[in-house]
């Protein structure tokens, strides 16, 4: 029911290991939840991963086509890694701001510009978007990760801790790939089945599985 609920457009997923593990191991992972969620991004698959953390993307291509526009998107010096779902409907005008600010595009799509806004203005940059979105930037330098959803949550991005592990990912499927999710959150099923609709206030039907709230940052 949940993924039913879920928008399509590509799907992102995610998994940060603070102690860190084989990389080979993270990629096997990320891959097992990218593969859950192929039917949201028909056009593609990417996978970054690194000791500590492991991004992964399926791609629905609309904007840019080409291979330029392809994820997880790296900054330039290889610093800052994108998974992102969703469209920045005023990119063009971003891109001409960053332009003027010295950045450089090699695609012609939103990806590069959201990952170049956050190279230019940090976290804050998603005070400057119009549009939905849900993504996840990993900085390898600073061994930190940042998530953030649309201000209505249009685009979906569920998350859960599990042995001192964080996963993320576009539906609850993709977490199933990797997690045991066995347990039912009986309050939020109750609400459900009591009241036929699906409040958005962080619970899920799964047990520990939160639904990252709209216009939230993480």
């Not at 939840?33 to 399926?58: K, N, V, W």
């Not at 939103?110 to 804050?124: C, M, N, R, S, Y």
């Not at 849900?134 to 959803?149: C, G, M, N, Q, Y």
């Not at 039912?184 to 639904?211: C, I, M, S």
Request: some cysteine; aromatic content about 10%.
């Amino acid at each position: 029911l949940e993924s039913t609920i879920s928008s399509s457009m590509c799907g992102i997923a995610g998994i940060v290991h603070p102690q860190g593990q084989a990389i080979a191991e993270q990629e096997r992972q990320v891959t097992l939840m990218t593969r859950a969620i192929a039917h949201r991004g028909p056009d593609g698959a990417g996978h970054f991963a690194d000791e500590q953390a492991a991004l992964g993307h399926r791609r629905l291509a609309i904007l840019d086509l080409s291979d330029a526009a392809a994820q997880p998107m790296h900054s330039d010096d290889g610093r800052l890694v994108l998974a992102f779902n969703g469209e920045i409907y005023n990119f063009v005008e971003l891109a001409a701001e960053l332009t003027a600010l010295g950045h450089h595009f090699k695609s012609s799509g939103d990806t590069e510009v959201l990952l170049k806004a956050f190279l230019q203005w940090g976290p804050e940059c998603v005070q400057r978007f119009n549009g939905m979105w849900a993504f996840a930037v990993w900085d390898r330098a600073a061994r930190t990760l940042f998530i953030s959803r649309d201000r209505l949550g249009v685009k979906p991005l569920y998350y859960t801790e599990n042995a001192g592990r964080l996963y993320f990912a576009s539906e609850v499927a993709a977490l199933r790939a990797v997690l045991p999710l066995h347990d039912a959150n009986a309050a939020k099923l109750h609400d459900y089945l009591a009241y036929g609709y699906r409040t958005n206030d962080g619970a899920t039907f799964f047990a520990g599985v939160h639904e990252l709230k709209p216009g939230t940052n993480l």
